[in-house]
T-cell receptor
Framework: GQQVMQIPQYQHVQEGEDFTTYCNSS?????IQWYKQRPGGHPVFLIQ?????EVKKQKRLTFQFGEAKKNSSLHITATQTTDVGTYFC???????????FGSGTQLTVLP | AAGVIQSPRHLIKEKRETATLKCYPI?????VYWYQQGPGQDPQFLIS???????DKGSIPDRFSAQQFSDYHSELNMSSLELGDSALYFC?????????????FGPGTRLTVL
Protein backbone atom coordinates (compact mmCIF):
# COMPACT_ATOMS: atom_id res chain seq x y z
CA GLY A 1 0.00 0.00 0.00
CA GLN A 2 0.87 3.62 -0.24
CA GLN A 3 3.38 4.89 2.29
CA VAL A 4 4.18 8.47 3.10
CA MET A 5 7.36 9.20 4.99
CA GLN A 6 8.12 12.50 6.63
CA ILE A 7 11.32 13.88 8.12
CA PRO A 8 12.46 15.04 10.53
CA GLN A 9 10.27 13.61 13.28
CA TYR A 10 11.15 16.44 15.65
CA GLN A 11 12.62 19.88 15.13
CA HIS A 12 13.58 22.44 17.74
CA VAL A 13 14.39 25.93 16.49
CA GLN A 14 15.02 29.30 18.03
CA GLU A 15 12.37 31.85 17.29
CA GLY A 16 13.33 33.61 14.08
CA GLU A 17 15.07 30.61 12.55
CA ASP A 18 13.76 28.84 9.49
CA PHE A 19 12.20 25.37 9.47
CA THR A 20 11.67 22.78 6.77
CA THR A 21 9.89 19.44 6.77
CA TYR A 22 10.09 16.95 3.93
CA CYS A 23 7.57 14.42 2.74
CA ASN A 24 8.13 11.46 0.42
CA SER A 25 5.57 9.08 -1.00
CA SER A 26 6.18 5.56 -2.21
CA UNK A 27 3.73 6.15 -5.06
CA UNK A 28 2.85 9.01 -7.37
CA UNK A 29 0.24 11.24 -5.83
CA UNK A 30 -2.80 12.90 -7.30
CA UNK A 31 -2.32 15.70 -4.84
CA ILE A 32 -0.74 16.38 -1.50
CA GLN A 33 -2.22 18.24 1.41
CA TRP A 34 -0.60 19.76 4.46
CA TYR A 35 -2.19 19.94 7.88
CA LYS A 36 -1.13 21.49 11.17
CA GLN A 37 -2.09 20.01 14.51
CA ARG A 38 -1.54 22.04 17.64
CA PRO A 39 -0.91 20.15 20.89
CA GLY A 40 -4.22 18.77 22.10
CA GLY A 41 -5.95 19.92 18.94
CA HIS A 42 -7.16 18.48 15.69
CA PRO A 43 -5.54 18.60 12.24
CA VAL A 44 -6.27 21.84 10.42
CA PHE A 45 -5.97 22.06 6.66
CA LEU A 46 -3.24 24.37 5.40
CA ILE A 47 -3.00 23.83 1.67
CA GLN A 48 -3.37 21.41 -1.23
CA UNK A 49 -0.88 21.05 -4.06
CA UNK A 50 -1.98 19.43 -7.28
CA UNK A 51 0.36 20.27 -10.13
CA UNK A 52 3.81 18.86 -10.73
CA UNK A 53 6.44 21.33 -9.51
CA GLU A 54 3.81 23.55 -7.92
CA VAL A 55 4.92 26.14 -5.38
CA LYS A 56 2.47 27.96 -3.14
CA LYS A 57 3.06 30.57 -0.47
CA GLN A 58 1.05 31.56 2.54
CA LYS A 59 2.76 34.47 4.29
CA ARG A 60 5.86 32.88 5.86
CA LEU A 61 5.00 29.35 4.67
CA THR A 62 6.19 27.99 1.32
CA PHE A 63 4.92 24.67 0.01
CA GLN A 64 6.44 22.74 -2.87
CA PHE A 65 5.29 19.69 -4.81
CA GLY A 66 7.98 17.72 -6.60
CA GLU A 67 8.17 17.29 -10.33
CA ALA A 68 7.45 13.58 -10.03
CA LYS A 69 4.54 14.27 -7.65
CA LYS A 70 6.07 11.97 -5.06
CA ASN A 71 7.62 14.44 -2.68
CA SER A 72 6.78 17.71 -1.07
CA SER A 73 8.19 20.19 1.41
CA LEU A 74 6.99 22.87 3.76
CA HIS A 75 9.32 25.71 4.63
CA ILE A 76 8.61 28.28 7.32
CA THR A 77 10.65 31.46 7.30
CA ALA A 78 11.46 33.22 10.55
CA THR A 79 9.50 30.94 12.86
CA GLN A 80 7.31 32.35 15.59
CA THR A 81 6.05 30.71 18.77
CA THR A 82 2.63 30.49 17.16
CA ASP A 83 4.10 28.03 14.62
CA VAL A 84 4.43 25.37 17.32
CA GLY A 85 2.66 22.13 16.45
CA THR A 86 2.93 19.01 14.36
CA TYR A 87 2.91 19.42 10.61
CA PHE A 88 1.56 16.53 8.60
CA CYS A 89 1.65 15.96 4.91
CA UNK A 90 -1.12 13.78 3.56
CA UNK A 91 -1.05 12.11 0.21
CA UNK A 92 -4.06 11.45 -1.97
CA UNK A 93 -3.43 8.81 -4.59
CA UNK A 94 -6.62 9.82 -6.32
CA UNK A 95 -8.03 6.35 -6.86
CA UNK A 96 -9.29 5.70 -3.36
CA UNK A 97 -9.79 9.32 -2.36
CA UNK A 98 -8.41 8.56 1.05
CA UNK A 99 -5.57 10.45 2.67
CA UNK A 100 -2.41 8.70 3.81
CA PHE A 101 -0.77 10.86 6.43
CA GLY A 102 2.95 11.19 6.91
CA SER A 103 4.34 10.57 10.37
CA GLY A 104 4.45 14.29 11.05
CA THR A 105 7.14 16.71 12.14
CA GLN A 106 6.74 18.11 15.61
CA LEU A 107 8.01 21.68 15.66
CA THR A 108 9.09 23.37 18.87
CA VAL A 109 9.96 27.04 18.72
CA LEU A 110 12.08 28.32 21.57
CA PRO A 111 11.54 31.97 22.49
CA ALA B 1 -19.08 29.03 10.68
CA ALA B 2 -20.34 25.56 11.53
CA GLY B 3 -17.70 22.96 12.20
CA VAL B 4 -17.65 19.19 12.51
CA ILE B 5 -19.18 18.08 15.76
CA GLN B 6 -18.15 14.94 17.56
CA SER B 7 -19.59 13.36 20.64
CA PRO B 8 -18.70 12.43 23.21
CA ARG B 9 -15.44 14.30 23.58
CA HIS B 10 -14.13 11.84 26.12
CA LEU B 11 -15.09 8.23 26.73
CA ILE B 12 -13.80 5.70 29.21
CA LYS B 13 -14.61 2.04 28.72
CA GLU B 14 -13.53 -1.29 30.11
CA LYS B 15 -12.01 -4.06 28.02
CA ARG B 16 -14.55 -6.06 26.03
CA GLU B 17 -17.16 -3.32 26.27
CA THR B 18 -18.67 -1.53 23.30
CA ALA B 19 -18.53 2.14 22.35
CA THR B 20 -20.37 4.35 19.89
CA LEU B 21 -18.85 7.55 18.59
CA LYS B 22 -20.93 10.12 16.77
CA CYS B 23 -20.03 12.64 14.12
CA TYR B 24 -22.07 15.48 12.66
CA PRO B 25 -20.43 16.81 9.49
CA ILE B 26 -20.49 20.36 8.27
CA UNK B 27 -23.84 21.07 6.58
CA UNK B 28 -23.85 20.26 2.85
CA UNK B 29 -20.67 18.19 3.12
CA UNK B 30 -21.29 14.88 1.39
CA UNK B 31 -18.29 12.86 2.58
CA VAL B 32 -17.38 11.75 6.08
CA TYR B 33 -14.09 10.17 7.13
CA TRP B 34 -13.05 8.44 10.33
CA TYR B 35 -9.45 8.42 11.58
CA GLN B 36 -7.70 6.88 14.56
CA GLN B 37 -4.72 8.67 16.08
CA GLY B 38 -2.65 6.92 18.72
CA PRO B 39 -0.36 8.90 21.06
CA GLY B 40 2.42 10.51 19.06
CA GLN B 41 1.14 8.91 15.87
CA ASP B 42 -0.28 10.24 12.64
CA PRO B 43 -3.99 9.89 11.91
CA GLN B 44 -4.77 6.49 10.41
CA PHE B 45 -7.65 6.35 7.97
CA LEU B 46 -10.38 3.94 9.03
CA ILE B 47 -13.34 4.35 6.73
CA SER B 48 -15.26 6.91 4.71
CA UNK B 49 -18.77 7.47 3.44
CA UNK B 50 -20.02 9.37 0.44
CA UNK B 51 -23.70 10.22 0.26
CA UNK B 52 -24.46 7.68 2.98
CA UNK B 53 -22.72 4.83 1.19
CA UNK B 54 -19.42 3.35 2.29
CA UNK B 55 -16.79 4.82 0.01
CA ASP B 56 -13.37 3.58 1.09
CA LYS B 57 -12.03 1.33 3.77
CA GLY B 58 -8.72 1.64 5.49
CA SER B 59 -7.24 -0.08 8.50
CA ILE B 60 -10.52 -0.55 10.32
CA PRO B 61 -10.62 -3.67 12.53
CA ASP B 62 -13.42 -6.15 11.99
CA ARG B 63 -14.62 -5.33 15.51
CA PHE B 64 -15.48 -1.84 14.31
CA SER B 65 -18.31 -0.85 12.05
CA ALA B 66 -19.64 2.46 10.88
CA GLN B 67 -22.56 3.90 9.03
CA GLN B 68 -23.90 7.19 7.80
CA PHE B 69 -27.52 8.06 8.34
CA SER B 70 -30.09 9.90 6.28
CA ASP B 71 -29.29 13.18 8.07
CA TYR B 72 -25.60 12.64 7.13
CA HIS B 73 -24.40 12.11 10.66
CA SER B 74 -22.16 9.11 11.10
CA GLU B 75 -21.51 6.66 13.91
CA LEU B 76 -18.50 4.51 14.59
CA ASN B 77 -19.37 1.40 16.56
CA MET B 78 -16.60 -0.38 18.38
CA SER B 79 -17.08 -3.74 20.04
CA SER B 80 -14.94 -6.04 22.17
CA LEU B 81 -12.74 -3.09 23.05
CA GLU B 82 -9.07 -3.74 23.62
CA LEU B 83 -6.46 -1.70 25.45
CA GLY B 84 -4.87 -0.86 22.10
CA ASP B 85 -8.04 0.87 20.96
CA SER B 86 -7.26 3.74 23.31
CA ALA B 87 -6.71 6.67 20.97
CA LEU B 88 -8.12 9.89 19.60
CA TYR B 89 -10.80 9.28 17.02
CA PHE B 90 -11.33 12.05 14.52
CA CYS B 91 -14.16 12.52 12.15
CA UNK B 92 -13.64 14.75 9.14
CA UNK B 93 -15.96 15.94 6.42
CA UNK B 94 -15.53 17.36 2.97
CA UNK B 95 -17.31 18.18 -0.23
CA UNK B 96 -16.53 15.69 -2.99
CA UNK B 97 -15.11 17.98 -5.61
CA UNK B 98 -12.88 16.09 -8.02
CA UNK B 99 -9.41 17.51 -7.68
CA UNK B 100 -9.94 19.19 -4.36
CA UNK B 101 -10.90 17.51 -1.11
CA UNK B 102 -9.88 19.65 1.83
CA UNK B 103 -10.96 17.79 4.92
CA UNK B 104 -12.35 19.55 7.95
CA PHE B 105 -11.60 17.70 11.15
CA GLY B 106 -13.74 17.60 14.24
CA PRO B 107 -12.29 18.06 17.73
CA GLY B 108 -12.03 14.31 18.21
CA THR B 109 -13.22 11.78 20.77
CA ARG B 110 -10.61 10.60 23.21
CA LEU B 111 -11.31 6.95 23.99
CA THR B 112 -9.61 5.35 26.95
CA VAL B 113 -9.94 1.60 27.41
CA LEU B 114 -9.09 0.33 30.88
Amino acid sequence: GQQVMQIPQYQHVQEGEDFTTYCNSSTTLSNIQWYKQRPGGHPVFLIQLVKSGEVKKQKRLTFQFGEAKKNSSLHITATQTTDVGTYFCAGDSGSARQLTFGSGTQLTVLP
Amino acid sequence: AAGVIQSPRHLIKEKRETATLKCYPIPRHDTVYWYQQGPGQDPQFLISFYEKMQSDKGSIPDRFSAQQFSDYHSELNMSSLELGDSALYFCASSVRDWGFNEQFFGPGTRLTVL
